[in-house]
Each structure stands twice: as C-alpha cells, then as structure tokens.
C-alpha cells in the first residue's frame, strides 16, 4: 500500500494564506509522502479551475508526487437548488476538472439527505452516481462515495448504494475514522465493506462519550451525541491497525491517504502520522 495525503490536512495553513495547493505539494514530498490527493480546485483570483488544474498538474510532474484522487463535494438531492439533472451535470463538469489534472479516481458525496428515508432515495442516488460513473468512465476515471455526512455515512447504506449502483467504475471511499461519526465500530464497518473499497482515508479521532460533559472547542458530536476530536494517526481511539488487517485480508493493495483535521501543528501532525501510519501498515 502507498500513503498519499490529502490537500485538506493542510486546512489550516491554506486557511491563513501561507500557503496554497501548490505548495502542499512541495511540502508533501518533502514529508516523505508517496502521492497527494486534491479536495476542491482552490484557484487564486484571476485564475480558472482549468488553468490551476493544469498547474497543479504540472507541478506535481515536477515532484514526481502522482495524484491519488480528486475529491469534492455533491448532494444529489439538495444540491444546485435541488435540481438533481443540473446537480448531474455539475459533477460531470467536476470530472471534466479531474480529466485536466490527470488523476484517474475521484470522490463526489451522494446527499445529506433531504428528510425522506434512506430506502426510498436510493433509487435516485444510484441512477445518479451511475450516470456519473458512467461518464466518467469514459474518460478513464474512477469514481467514489464517502462514509461522510451522516444520512449516506452507515456501512449498510453505503453497501445498499454500491450494490445499487451496479457497476464496475464505482466503488467506496471508506474513512476509517468517518464511521465513528454514525457511531458505528469502524472496524466492523470495514469488515463489511472491505470487497468495495477503491481508496482510503485513514483519520484518527479522540473519542468521549456523550454521558460526560462537553469537554470544549475542538470536539464534535456525532450522531447519537457523543463527542469527537481530529487527532494525529495513531494518537486517538480509531483502531487503525485493525483496519488495516482487514484491508490486507481482503486483498486491498491501493493509496491510503491520510486526511489529518486535528488541532495539533500541522507539518509535525502530518510527520509523525506518516511515519506511525506507515509502521502499521509495515506491521
């Protein structure tokens, strides 16, 4: 398995401008990482997604740092006003984006869900993802959902829709840490959906109970009230080696990328999560 890392680990320091996708990828090279993974097009004013694309693109030759996958957001029941063909379209023209950046598997969400059971969407979020599956494969692209947002985030909902979805070019984006979000163990998650996954998020989390008082700024709840904090691989309560077995037995040989959204400095975090996430997989 290779360890790529996602642009989205450097949220902090791209949030206060020092600095942009470009530079994560000098940076990540110089971690000591294997490939690296855009989440959005974050172009700079006065410059198309198209153009930073081919940028980024270009850079990236440079480095010798391969694109693992291109990962951006879709809500096929709410998105662009609730319109679901023009909410199609629209992540059609996303892998228009990741054709430009010569990545060969991207991530679009299905939904946060609009009110209606799951049961009764998924027929609409399967044709949908089929759709855009389909286009995109013919442009020699993969494409993904992700354990993330709640509503589509348990591992039977994400096996009902691969199952759905029926088709060769799409398969799961499993986050180890994202299960813990629905308040499912993510290694039975894992256990479950191992046979679908196309790429992996490794994320760790701090884990407190939602029986105990809120312990602060940093902590998130998850969906029946307990309390998770973004931490450095290895560091918090994700059983992260657990799912790596899984991965192993079930034949899984492809990118992991590490998707850190902790509190720590960020270049340390990422340092000691490669190098701890890199052991286990050593292991």
């Known amino acids: ?35 690296i993974e855009f989440v959005d097009i974050l172009a ?4 198309t997604k198209e153009e930073y694309a081919k940028s980024l693109k270009e850079e990236c030759a440079r480095y010798e740092m ?23 379209e629209r992540v059609k023209k996303m892998v228009d984006l990741a054709a430009i950046l010569g990545t ?24 949908a993802c089929r759709e855009v599956t389909c286009y995109a494969a013919s ?16 591992s039977d909902r994400m096996e009902k829709l691969y199952q759905a979805v029926n088709h060769d070019n799409f398969g799961l984006l499993m986050d180890m840490g994202n299960f813990l979000c629905a308040d499912e163990a993510p290694e039975k998650a894992f256990g ?15 884990y407190k109970s939602g029986s105990m008082t809120n312990p602060g700024e940093g902590f998130f ?10 931490t450095i691989i290895g560091h918090g309560d994700v059983p992260v080696t657990q799912c790596i077995r899984i991965l192993k037995n079930a034949k899984y040989d492809s990118y992991i990328a590490i998707e850190f959204e902790g509190m720590e400095n960020n270049l340390q975090a990422l340092t000691i999560g490669l190098h701890n996430l890199r052991r286990f997989i050593n292991e």
């Open 44 to 47: 700079p004013e006065g410059i």
């Open 221 to 230: 709840q998850t969906r029946a009230g307990n309390y998770l904090r973004g």
């Open 139 to 154: 442009k020699g692209i993969r494409t993904t959902v992700e354990n993330h947002g709640y509503f589509c985030q348990d």
């Open 192 to 206: 479950r959906l191992a046979p679908y996954a196309f790429y992996i998020h490794a994320k760790d989390f701090l």
């Open 1 to 35: 398995m290779k360890i790529s890392v996602s642009s989205y680990s450097f949220h902090r320091l791209l949030c206060t401008g020092e600095m942009t996708q470009l530079d994560c990828i000098r940076k990540a090279k110089e971690i000591g990482f294997d490939a």
């Open 66 to 88: 391969p694109i693992s996958s291109f990962t951006f957001g879709a809500d096929f029941l709410k998105g662009s006003g609730g319109d679901i063909r023009h909410e199609i």
């Open 104 to 127: 060969k598997l991207i991530r679009h969400d299905a939904t946060t869900g609009d009110g209606r059971p799951f049961d009764t969407v998924l027929p609409l979020l399967a044709d």
